[in-house]
């Protein structure tokens, strides 16, 4: 009992003070700048055109998915509160994105892994869906091992994909931070060397909670294993 309680602790350590650090950091720095002549959505349309990117800017809501790069559809979507904000978390956020798209256009192979993973992993996930719903009902019927084996490949699925696709995305949101985003802000001298500093915290914050979602799925990993382990 107590080490489920540590456990609990543990996963709510590495989940939610990430998160809530983050949110601290991102809002800290979403006042308006003096300094910064354009919106984030400005920003993004001068970044796409001074690269030639073959990429479209949409705005989404918050509530959505937020900012991201979607390397499917070739649309780099910024959320409303940075595109027609001129804040530090605005243009720093910006520059992530198209951090995301110029990797796309060199043909970054761990985004390219990446999105392959993702798109297999939809139907990896509706198997698993359907295979732990039928289960049930097969077992009584039919008294074969085969059917336990399915039961596991479907839990590790549904516990092991998003691990995965966590583990692979740090290396994609890394480089697109501190090898895409802040070259592109300091070469181009959108940024002064004392907003630099603070775009930099920006990006280390962001970049914990990608790590957070990784321990959390490998701790959901191991807590799944260890009570089959206890069966």
Request: hydrophobic share 45%; charged share 15%.
């Amino acid at each position: 009992m107590g080490l489920l309680i540590i456990g609990f602790i543990v996963l709510f350590a590495i989940t939610s003070l990430p998160n809530l650090w983050t949110r601290h950091i991102l809002n800290k720095y979403r006042q308006p700048h003096p300094d910064i002549p354009g919106t984030g959505a400005q920003f993004a349309e001068h970044l796409i055109q001074k690269y030639q990117l073959p990429v479209t800017l949409e705005e989404t809501a918050k509530s959505d998915q937020g900012d991201h790069y979607d390397p499917i559809d070739k649309v780099v979507r910024i959320s409303s509160e940075n595109y027609h904000s001129n804040s530090l978390t605005a243009i720093t956020t910006v520059a992530h994105e198209i951090g995301h798209a110029l990797q796309d256009q060199s043909g970054y192979e761990p985004l390219v892994q990446r999105t392959v993973l993702i798109e297999r992993s939809q139907w990896m996930h509706k198997f698993s869906g359907i295979a732990l719903m039928v289960t049930p009902v097969l077992i009584p019927l039919l008294h074969t091992p085969l059917i336990a084996l399915v039961t596991f490949a479907a839990g590790f699925i549904a516990m092991g994909v998003p691990l995965m696709i966590h583990l692979s995305t740090l290396p994609v949101e890394f480089d697109a931070s501190y090898k895409r985003a802040l070259p592109l802000l300091k070469e181009g001298q959108y940024l002064n060397d004392s907003d630099l500093k603070k775009a930099r915290k920006i990006l280390q914050a962001c970049a914990l909670t990608y790590v957070a979602a990784s321990l959390s799925s490998l701790f959901n990993l191991w807590k799944w294993l260890r009570t089959l382990k206890g069966r």
